[in-house]
């Protein structure tokens, strides 16, 4: 059998679209079968077991099939009419359950903070994503909700990293945040030469904490002896006198 009789395994090339989940946070690249989508188009997408919407910010444009690209979000169809009604009746939901939450957080004495809330496209569900320092019995919270929006409630606490994640931003090197842009995974690490660090003042690590109160997501790719550039001091101008 020739090679021309072999059946196309693996593209050769795929159409990249970007898009911002539920129109939250940073952009992200997804991959795409409809090169007819404009920006502003709303899409739906799988994620976490279940359907959610995107917004294109980015129209699809082809590139070169490579390994990684397996496990980019796919866009699933662009939203039909019934799907923009059923976002619209989503978006509601997610801005009536963060009111009310707020208002019965405030009232139970709850020491957490709100950080997302949306519902599912498919399933009869509400999830309430939340950070807070220590465990929080909102047991009597999730019942309120429950008998407020008569569906089942979720709970979802996420740490301060991906919080920052979500919400976006730019840190003090003037980059999107690396947990918001490029990162997928938030594993636990200990900075390289943090034991020289042990000695020197607590301000002097102010540097290594990003926006979320955290080490930096950056610090994982610091180098053992990173070489720090010598600044020189440019020499005075001097007058020159006629």
Sequence with gaps: MSDQDLPDILPNKISIVGIKVRNRGEMKKARTEDDSLKAGDHVILELDQDQTFGTVYSEPQCFPF???MRVMKRVLRKATEEDEQTILRTQQLGQDGWAFCSERVAELGLRMKLVEVYGALQRKILTFTYTANGRIDFRQLVKDLARRF????EMRQISTREEAGLLSGVDTCGLVL????FLTDFNSFTPKGSRRDMGRPSSAEGHRIGVCGRLKCCLMFEEEEWPLPKRETPSLIQPIRP
């Design 66 to 68: 490579s390994p990684p």
């Design 150 to 153: 008569g569906c089942r409630i």
């Design 178 to 181: 690396c947990c918001a842009s």
